[in-house]
T-cell receptor
């Protein structure tokens, strides 16, 4: 079982729709959860992090964490073509300080 | 802060040549990570350091790869000899462990092509 698994995608949504990206992780002791966005040819950049169960909102982005289900998601409201990118989920395990475990990423396309 | 700095940004070399990639982490960060990204394998952790000491190098593909961190502001990843299958984008990232501060920040990457 992989440490972090994401929808393989690609995910395609129309402009203005809600894009939902999902991620599951295997280590129940995981403590920190991150969503990175990576544009083609660029490096990953942090969108959001979440540590506690529940929702965390930042503008059009909402991260949702459910530790009991070992599930974290990212919702993008009012999707824009500029949101088209690959989204990487990353998890920090409680037993491994510093290191993040990354999923393979989900490619999102927002069409006008 | 200038962020994580990597050089060179692009490297084209011939099989068998030595390649050295360089990284300057964000000042004050005590963790440094080297990743490799390909379409086939995604983002792979090669090695990471804490306070200049290698913590986990299990991701280094083989003995042709080596990494050093002689001080807190500089690290190198060396491939000797290089092979075409080493072609990838190599990212360096740094972070500082602490509650709310363990975000990894990535450099722009080095795109390596081995002919």
């Amino acid at each position: 079982q992989k440490e972090v698994e994401q929808n393989s995608g690609p995910l395609s949504v129309p402009e203005g729709a809600i894009a939902s990206l999902n991620c599951t992780y295997s280590d129940r002791g995981s403590q920190s959860f991150f969503w990175y966005r990576q544009y083609s040819g660029k490096s990953p950049e942090l969108i959001m992090f979440i540590y506690s169960n529940g929702d965390k909102e930042d503008g059009r982005f909402t991260a949702q964490l459910n530790k009991a289900s070992q599930y974290v998601s990212l919702l993008i409201r009012d999707s824009q073509p500029s949101d088209s990118a690959t989204y990487l989920c990353a998890v920090r395990r409680g037993s491994t300080l510093g290191r993040l475990y990354f999923g393979r990423g989900t490619q999102l396309t927002v069409w006008p | 802060d200038a962020g994580v700095i990597q050089s060179p940004r692009h490297e084209v070399t011939e099989m068998g040549q030595e390649v050295t990639l360089r990284c300057k982490p964000i000042s004050g960060h005590d963790y440094l990570f080297w990743y490799r990204q390909t379409m086939m394998r995604g983002l792979e952790l090669l090695i990471y350091f804490n306070n200049n000491v290698p913590i986990d190098d299990s991701g280094m593909p083989e003995d042709r790869f080596s990494a050093k961190m002689p001080n807190a502001s500089f690290s190198t990843l060396k491939i000797q000899p290089s092979e075409p299958r080493d072609s990838a984008v190599y990212f360096c990232a740094s972070s500082s462990l602490g509650w709310g501060e363990d975000t990894q920040y990535f450099g722009p990457g080095t795109r390596l092509t081995v002919l």
